[in-house]
C-alpha cells in the first residue's frame, strides 16, 4: 500500500458505565455503523484495578484517579474494536474532547454528555496506543476478520488497498 493511501487501523473504544446505565449503548453504537466502520469485536466486561491501572496509568498519580477507578467499576463496560481507513483518528473525531461539555455538538461527547469524567466513551488516542488497547482488552480469537459487503460504497477503489 502506498504510503498517500492510508492504512486500514484497528482501535478499542469502551462504552463506558455512564453509558450503559443511560441506555446509550445502541445510539453510540449506531454512531460508528453509520460511519461505516467495521465492528471485529465486541464484549461486555467488568474490569478489574489491574486492568484499570495499566490503561490509565498516565492518570495514576491525578488526585481524581480513585474515583475514575470507582466510576469505571461501577458497572460493565462494553468493549468494541473498530476497524477502517485511519480509524484510530477518525474515532477521536467523532469522540470528541474529555470534557464534554465544550465537546464539539456532533460529536458523541458533545451530544450525549456534560461531564469531564463520565464522558461516556473512551477511544485509543494513537495508533500505538491503539495496538496495545486492542491486544489488552481482547484475546487474539475474539477479533474476528470477513468482509464487509458496503465497503465496495464507503471506500473508493483505492482506497481499499
Ligand atoms: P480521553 O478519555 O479524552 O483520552 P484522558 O486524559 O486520557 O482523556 O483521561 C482518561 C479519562 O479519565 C477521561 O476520559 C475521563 O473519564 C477521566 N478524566 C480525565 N481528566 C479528568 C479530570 O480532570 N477529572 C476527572 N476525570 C478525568
Ligand atoms: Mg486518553
Redesign the pocket.
Known amino acids: 500500500m502506498s504510503e498517500d493511501k492510508g492504512i486500514f487501523e484497528r482501535t478499542l473504544v469502551l462504552i463506558k458505565p455512564d453509558a450503559i446505565q443511560r441506555g446509550l449503548i445502541g445510539q453510540i453504537t449506531g454512531r460508528f455503523e453509520m460511519k461505516g466502520l467495521k465492528l471485529v469485536g465486541l464484549k461486555m466486561m467488568s474490569l478489574d484495578e489491574a486492568v484499570l491501572r495499566e490503561h490509565?496509568a498516565?492518570?495514576i498519580d491525578k488526585p481524581?484517579f480513585a474515583s475514575?477507578a470507582n466510576f469505571m467499576q461501577s458497572s460493565p463496560v462494553v468493549a468494541m474494536c473498530w476497524e477502517g481507513l485511519e480509524v484510530v483518528d477518525a474515532v477521536r473525531r467523532i469522540t470528541g474532547?474529555?470534557k464534554a461539555r465544550e465537546a464539539e455538538a456532533g460529536s458523541i461527547r458533545g451530544d450525549y454528555a456534560m461531564s469531564?469524567?463520565c464522558?461516556v466513551i473512551?477511544a485509543s488516542?494513537s495508533v500505538e496506543n491503539a495496538e496495545k488497547e486492542v491486544k489488552r482488552f481482547f484475546n487474539p480469537d475474539e477479533i474476528h476478520s470477513y468482509d464487509k459487503s458496503e465497503y465496495v460504497y464507503v471506500y473508493a477503489e483505492d482506497e481499499r488497498g
Open positions: 490509565y498516565h492518570l481524581f475514575l474532547i474529555t469531564v469524567s464522558n473512551h488516542d
